[in-house]
């Protein structure tokens, strides 16, 4: 499970131009999440969830270019 939040991080990541311990402080209150998730480690399933809702919650503050076609 670990890998396949690991790749969602990074997409996230490469997304939004965000740096690792950033990510890690804001996501979960822990800069060397991603350096530690990188090194093969695993997260707590709490800890998922709030990376999760997290990437969701930021990416719902995105400028979407989609939301803008549609309302013209």
């Known amino acids: 499970?670990?890998?396949?939040?690991?790749?969602?991080i990074e997409a996230f990541l490469s997304e939004t131009g965000t740096g690792a311990f950033?990510?890690?402080i804001k996501a979960a209150k822990n800069g060397r999440l991603?350096?530690?998730l990188r090194a093969g480690g695993r997260v707590w399933p709490e800890t998922e969830?709030?990376?999760r809702a997290y990437m969701r919650l930021e990416r719902d503050?995105?400028?979407n270019?989609?939301?803008k076609d549609r309302a013209a």
């Open 65 to 67: 270019p989609k939301k």
């Open 22 to 24: 950033r990510f890690g």
């Open 34 to 36: 991603i350096e530690r």
């Open 1 to 8: 499970m670990s890998k396949k939040l690991l790749e969602e």
């Open 49 to 51: 969830i709030e990376v």
């Open 61 to 63: 503050r995105l400028p």
